[in-house]
């Protein structure tokens, strides 16, 4: 080909996939230079691989897939290539929207701070313009942060909740309460209707038509679709809390909200004891608020009812880790599994979905030439990508690691030295573990015994394995007993206690780890000191002012026991958590919750909870405080206030403090660095954070000093248990409670997915987020679609022995035949109005993975319950 001559070329404009009409990011290729850092941040660090350069020569161009469709390609809307990208050829949608250039270009100020979503705890930068955050950044790739300059979608693009209409701007009161004199009083409506408000139960939402799946452009070339957005839609509007909600309710004052809720909690506690009352503490709220939060009900109000979103989350694991290592946190770090493990062992972890920046540091690790191995009935992005997937039955775990186990042996790969220097009771594992050959465990599981002994293999080999699970194995009925035979699997191979042999329960919401730890939790302070030991109890109580017989010494209620009618609970207080979302078998939850005598919930926005509650407090967002979180690896880091709450919301940390006095406990603190002065005197491990220590990195506790530097890595010469050693414990299979039969003949599974959070009070109002997955879905193989006559966005109906509900089809072969999954963000879809509300014996975890379900075709309108 004749090149053109340079005397009649112009400067080229350059072209190339625009991604019209994306909520998040678009191309202007006009200012490409065509340096490819977007291609190689996408392929490289992300492992993604979406942009590609097109063409040649002078008609170069960068595309998305091969056909302009992001979505077909695969991509995840990271915003990596956003990052990179020198010229803003490639740009993010939303700032543009909502500021000027001047407002983007200079920022009044730049703030550090943690993502509110997942336990990764990706650091970012929030830029600030007009008093509101006006984009997220991360810090450079230099800097040393657990992201190494990633972030997710949700961290770089879902921070818009906080400025959503639904906003909480002022204190509510349930209509009916009256101050008369100096005492409030109930006028309203007793009985039912004291509670009551114009709305829907979820169990009626449930039963509704809903709209199909969103009309993705898979499949579609980008050129075709509309090249501006609808700027009259706001596409936010559809989860809006409804108008009705508020009805019920009227603004009111902080004093009377303040007033009335000492004086309710101060009732019940007078009138029935302390173990009438209770509060669900938040793993989005930071360690200070949490502290503050469990302070408050063992010291004023002398009840050890205090529990958080770790029971439905990872409360199995630290069940299993407690009883085998007295631990309840990670032993390693993100950064060894990335760098120096040679196999890599997931089990009920969709990485790349729930925590992507790990997600992506695992793909890395593979690109590097660790080996893969997942074990999860879905074939997730990491299960496709495995040397080994093993893709067993749901809640066949214990006869799966067993079997492994068990192959081990026969082939004399256990780690002896291991066992016999760092491990008791291992004969007694050894014999549980005989009888579950691969042949056998096959028949239970699905898998195929080849697999399970060539995964074996690999894991015993390592020469470094790191074992990686999360809430697939850990929500289950007998979770804990899953968990520890996973345990039994790596102390059998001497996985742990090495850089590369990391044992890494990955951690759900960004301070679930800092929330147990600072014992919000019913049977421990802080650092898991028993609140059943005297000599800790009388610390406590010394720091705290108060006298010791105050606090009591019996263990409190877990959030599962809770909201049961037999649980004497009859006030409760919650700090951002929307429990009647995320508790199994919601119709029973909901109708508990309207029977209490006094509830407060303190939140951003009135959640499906809120709605029954006496008094809804204001609260702050992430960006509008100051605090410490613990990531999954135990990293402590500090995210500073960008942004004043608006309107009269007030941070969490302010209000618990005043709440605190107006009980009569002094809580004198001025700054969530007071209260950190206060946390490190009764927490061994951490005394040696504070906050100019925190800066930067953060500390990865123990950092039992004030010159300590923090650990990387635990247990590389003894387990913190009396003998210093690891104990095994044997486990037995059992079947999941319910199995499929005639009647329900599915199994579903519940889980996250990628543009959402929990029960989406935050990520569906976070406008880019939820434009990609505005609505509930179900996902389901493709034969049983085709066999039930049902294809992509067709309503099905999902009927558990507890209740029934309808949602949209996802036709998808991530699922198994037999299979389906729903995830759990969606009120109108809830997955759990289904679920079972079993409860593992240890840890009180529910059976959330795994129940026998009936699917059947629901064709709008004729909705009636099959
Ligand atoms: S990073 Fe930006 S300038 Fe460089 S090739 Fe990609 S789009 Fe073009
Ligand atoms: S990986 Fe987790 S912490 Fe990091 S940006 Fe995404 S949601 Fe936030």
Not at 43 to 56: M, N
Not at 208 to 237: C, F, M, N, W, Y
Not at 601 to 608: A, G, M, N, P, R
Not at 690 to 695: F, G, N, Q, V
Request: hydrophobic share 40%; glycine share 8%; aromatic share 6%.
């Amino acid at each position: 080909m004749t090149p053109t001559p340079l005397t009649s070329r112009d400067l080229p404009l350059r072209s190339g996939d625009e991604r019209p009409g994306d909520p998040m990011i678009r191309h202007d290729m006009t200012t490409c230079i065509l340096c490819t850092r977007c291609v190689r941040a996408c392929e490289d660090i992300q492992v993604v691989g979406v942009l590609d350069v097109a063409y040649r020569g002078e008609h170069a161009e960068i595309i998305v897939g091969a056909d302009g469709d992001p979505d077909k390609a695969g991509c995840t809307w990271c915003g990596e290539c956003v990052r990179v990208c020198p010229t803003g050829a490639i740009f993010e949608v939303m700032p543009r929207q909502r500021f000027t250039a001047d407002q983007i270009r200079r920022p009044e100020r730049v703030v550090r701070g943690v993502c509110p979503y997942c336990g990764v705890g990706c650091q970012v930068d929030f830029h600030v313009a007009g008093g509101q955050i006006s984009r997220v950044t991360s810090p450079d790739i230099e800097a040393d942060t657990p992201n190494y300059g990633s972030t997710c979608v949700k961290g770089r693009f879902g921070y818009d909740f906080p400025q959503h209409k639904d906003r909480l701007l002022k204190p509510l009161i349930r209509r009916g309460w009256q101050k008369e004199g100096e005492r409030w009083v109930w006028r309203g409506a007793r009985g039912t209707e004291r509670r009551g408000g114009p709305w829907q139960s979820i169990e009626g939402e449930g039963g509704e038509s809903k709209p199909a799946t969103p009309p993705r452009a898979t499949g579609k070339s980008v050129r075709q679709l509309p090249l501006l957005e609808r700027v009259d839609l706001d596409i936010r509007d559809r989860v809006a809390t409804p108008g009705p909600w508020y009805e019920p309710f009227r603004e009111a004052t902080w004093d009377e909200a303040f007033e009335l809720t000492a004086q309710e909690l101060g009732r019940i506690k007078r009138e029935r004891g302390g173990d009438a009352l209770s509060c669900f503490s938040s793993a989005k709220c930071s360690n200070e608020e949490n502290y503050l939060m469990m302070r408050l009900f063992r010291a004023a109000l002398h009840t050890n009812n205090v529990d958080h979103c770790t029971r439905l989350c990872h409360s199995t694991s630290v069940a299993a880790m407690q009883r085998a290592l007295s631990t309840s946190a990670a032993s390693g770090s993100m950064r060894e599994v990335e760098t120096a493990c040679d196999v890599i062992f997931i089990a009920g972890a969709n990485t790349t979905e729930t925590h992507p920046v790990f997600g992506a540091a695992l793909k890395r690790a593979c690109e590097r030439g660790a080996k893969l191995i997942v074990a999860d009935p879905r074939r997730t992005e990491l299960a496709d990508r495995a040397d080994i997937h093993l893709q067993m039955l749901p809640g066949t775990d214990v006869a799966l690691f067993s079997a492994m186990l068990s192959h081990i042996l026969a082939r004399g790969l256990e780690d002896k030295q291991f066992i016999a220097t760092r491990t008791t009771n291992f004969e007694a594992v050894r014999q549980a573990v005989a009888p579950y050959d691969p042949e056998r465990a096959s028949k239970i599981t699905g898998v195929p015994a080849d697999l399970i002994r060539r995964a074996a293999e690999i894991y015993a080999q390592g020469p470094n394995t790191s074992t990686l699970w999360a809430m697939g194995l850990t929500q289950h009925a007998n979770g804990t007993d899953l968990v520890a035979s996973l345990l039994n699997l790596m102390l059998g191979c001497g996985m742990i206690g090495r850089w590369g042999a990391a044992m890494m329960p990955v951690r759900g919401q960004n301070n679930v780890q800092g929330a147990s730890d600072m014992g919000a939790i019913p049977f421990v302070y802080t650092d898991y000191r028993s609140v059943k030991d005297p000599a800790v109890r009388a610390e406590y109580a010394k720091v705290w002012g108060v006298p010791a017989e105050s606090l009591s010494l019996k263990e409190g209620l877990m959030v599962t026991e809770v909201v049961k009618e037999e649980s004497g609970v009859r006030g409760m207080f919650i700090m951002g958590e929307n429990p009647i979302i995320s508790d199994p078998d919601i119709a029973h939850a909901e109708h508990w919750f309207r029977e209490l005598e006094f509830l407060v919930v303190q939140d951003l926005f009135l959640t499906e909870t809120a709605r029954y509650a006496d008094v809804v407090l204001p609260a702050s967002s992430f960006a509008e405080k100051t605090g410490t979180f613990v990531n999954t690896e135990r990293r402590i880091q500090i995210s500073h206030q960008a942004v004043p709450p608006p309107g009269e919301a007030r941070g969490d940390l302010e209000i618990l403090i005043e709440l605190s006095e107006r009980l009569g406990l002094p809580t004198r603190f001025r700054s969530a660095e007071d209260v950190m002065n206060e946390i490190v005197q009764v927490t061994p491990s951490w005394a040696g954070a504070t906050y100019p220590r925190l800066e930067g990195r953060g500390l990865q506790y123990p950092v039992p000093t004030r010159e300590h530097p923090g650990t990387d890595f635990l247990f590389a010469d003894r387990f913190p248990t009396a003998d210093g050693k690891a104990l095994m414990v044997p486990v037995e299979y059992a079947p999941p409670v319910e199995l499929p039969d005639d009647e329900y003949p599915f199994v579903m599974n519940t889980g996250r997915q990628l543009y959402h959070w929990h029960t989406g009070t935050m990520t569906r109002r976070a406008s880019g987020l939820d434009a990609r997955e505005p609505t509930p879905v179900v996902e389901i193989h493709p034969d049983d679609a085709a066999r039930l006559g049902v294809g992509e966005g067709d309503l099905i109906r999902l009927t558990s022995r507890r209740n029934t509900m309808v949602s949209a089809a996802r036709v998808s072969e991530r699922v198994a035949p037999g299979q389906v999954f729903v995830p759990f963000h969606f009120r109108e879809a809830a997955a759990n109005l289904l679920t079972n509300p079993i409860l593992d014996p240890y840890a009180k975890m529910a059976e959330l993975k795994c129940c026998a379900v009936r699917v059947e075709a629901a064709r709008s309108p004729a909705l009636s319950p099959a």
